[in-house]
Every structure is written in C-alpha cells, then in structure tokens.
T-cell receptor, first 115, second 114 residues
Framework: DTGVSQNPRHKITKRGQNVTFRCDPISEHNRLYWYRQTLGQGPEFLTYFQNEAQLEKSRLLSDRFSAERPKGSFSTLEIQRTEQGDSAMYLC?????????????FGSGTRLTVV | KQEVTQIPAALSVPEGENLVLNCSFTDSAIYNLQWFRQDPGKGLTSLLLIQSSQREQTSGRLNASLDKSSGRSTLYIAASQPGDSATYLCAVRRPETSGSRLTFGEGTQLTVNP
C-alpha cells in the first residue's frame, strides 16, 4: 500500500467550469476526510465518510460542492460552477475508526487554480 | 468551537540550534493531537501523535509534549538541520462522540540556515 493517493496533482480551470477530484485512501481505512487549505493557512475540514456514509459536512461545503464515496473505497469531490475563491489545495486523508492512537494519513493534495 | 493557535508564525534559526514550537487549543476535550510537517506545495507528513492520555512522544530528534488541562503542546526539535525547513502544523482531533475531524493551527514556518 503506497498511502493516500490524490488525482490530479494540479488542476487549472476557467471560472464557471465544473471540476472533480479523486482520492484513493489506504485500503483498510474506513474513514475518509476532505480538507481545504488556502495559502498561509492550516487545512480546514470539509466533510468525512465512514465507509460509504457521509457523516459530517462543514458549513464551508456550499451547495456547489458534493462528495461521494460510493463503495466505501475511493472518493470524489466535485465543485460545480467554480469561482476564483475556490482556488486552494484540496487534501484528502484517511484513518481507521478505532483507538486514540489512530493516525490520520494525508495525501499529497490537488491544487486547484480558477482563472 | 475548538480553536488552535501556533506560535511563532515564523522562525529562522542557525543550523544546530535546538528549538521549540508551540501549539495551544481552547477545548481540552480532545481525542489526540498530531504534529505534521508540510513542505511548500506538498501534502502533510505526520510526525508524531500523542493520545489524550499521554504526556509526550519521541521520534528521533523530535519530542512532542501534551498538557491537556492547560491546552498546550510543544514540539521540540534537537540539533536542527537545513532539511528541517518546512511548515509545522499541529492538529487536535475531536472525541469520537463529537465527530472526528481534525482542527488545525495556522502553522509555524521554520527556516534552518546552514
């Protein structure tokens, strides 16, 4: 297992277009998280899944954003009608549910630039 | 609402110096605390995790402590090297009963000069 994988690494899109990002978590991890990070800030929570169920969504996740994890494995994050303010690094992470010692492992992120 | 603050925001030190990065959080009801490293334009690499019942964790030249009652954690880096230059982020994890999101600080940008 090579860790959490995110694709694409970079995406440049025109304002108003739709974009979709993919995250492949560590295979045995049942939890998957999406975070957004803007320049000079720490990551901010967007949403998380336990298996295929989306259990929590941040208020940051406007109705233009949708996330899915259809079979409890990989996840996609779609942004519709992109705006310049959506430009950020989108980070995916995964973990197991059990134990305080459970690490949250992050992928390398997808950097989105909306022009 | 949990808030996490990291001080200093930036730090520049000569190679070989020992240094301390600080992290404070407002709600002591945490599940665990993780320290991450982030290189420019890259994802996060986990450095250390301290469970809420623990006081410290060590890995190589890194030592992290946790004082949950006062809402503080420190990351100690011994004998710093230019390769340690990066942004260091701390994040606290909410208890399982309150969801399990991580709340991050804004990070400390460390530069180690040769």
């Amino acid at each position: 297992d090579t860790g959490v994988s995110q694709n694409p690494r970079h995406k440049i899109t025109k304002r108003g277009q739709n974009v979709t990002f993919r995250c492949d978590p560590i295979s045995e991890h049942n939890r998957l998280y999406w975070y957004r990070q803007t320049l000079g800030q720490g990551p901010e929570f967007l949403t998380y899944f336990q298996n295929e169920a989306q259990l929590e969504k941040s208020r940051l996740l406007s109705d233009r954003f949708s996330a899915e994890r259809p079979k409890g494995s990989f996840s996609t994050l779609e942004i519709q009608r992109t705006e310049q303010g959506d430009s950020a690094m989108y980070l995916c992470a995964s973990s197991l549910t059990a134990g305080q010692g459970t690490l949250c492992t992050f992928g390398s992120g997808t950097r989105l630039t909306v022009v | 609402k949990q808030e996490v603050t990291q001080i200093p925001a930036a730090l520049s030190v000569p190679e070989g110096e020992n240094l301390v990065l600080n992290c404070s959080f407002t709600d002591s009801a945490i599940y665990n605390l993780q320290w991450f490293r982030q290189d420019p334009g890259k994802g996060l690499t986990s450095l250390l995790l301290i469970q809420s019942s623990q006081r410290e964790q060590t890995s190589g030249r890194l030592n992290a402590s946790l004082d949950k009652s006062s809402g503080r954690s420190t990351l100690y880096i011994a004998a710093s090297q230019p390769g340690d230059s990066a942004t260091y982020l701390c994040a606290v994890r909410r208890p399982e009963t309150s969801g399990s999101r991580l709340t991050f600080g804004e990070g400390t940008q460390l530069t180690v000069n040769p």
